[in-house]
Nanobody, 128 residues
């Protein structure tokens, strides 16, 4: 069974940092693009960051650019999101996603949600 499992969420103070992980099982994802999305209470799910199969050329939403870093370790079938300088508005459930096929970040950014494989989400709360 193909599965993505996020971890690393939690409660952090404004200005703090968290690193989220997304571990894949059931198949290799080393040849497809992956990404992170988030959904805040009462809002639609939004794109955060994406990375192509090789780990190069990451792509970020404006809200994440300069503060978040996406990376991946294909040997471990794991993707990461390092989040620094966190703000209360970053509070959301964070989801990882993988393209069913497609190796570039466009496969994440432009794909309809039904075309992606999703994790169950991990809660990030930024509050003092």
């Amino acid at each position: 069974q193909v599965q993505l499992v996020e971890s690393g969420g939690g409660l952090v103070q404004p200005g703090g940092s968290l690193r989220l992980s997304c571990t894949a099982s059931g198949r290799t994802f080393s040849n497809v693009a992956m990404g992170w999305f988030r959904q805040a209470p009462g809002k639609e799910r939004e794109f955060v960051a994406a990375i192509n199969w090789s780990g190069y050329n990451p792509y970020y939403a404006d809200a994440a650019n300069g503060r978040f870093t996406i990376s991946r370790d294909n040997a471990k079938n794991t993707m990461y999101l390092q989040m620094n300088s966190l703000k209360p508005e970053d509070t959301a459930v964070y989801y990882c996603a993988a393209a069913r096929d497609g190796s570039t970040f466009g496969s994440i950014v432009q794909a309809p949600p039904a075309n992606l494989i999703w994790g169950q989400g991990t809660q990030v709360t930024v509050s003092s």
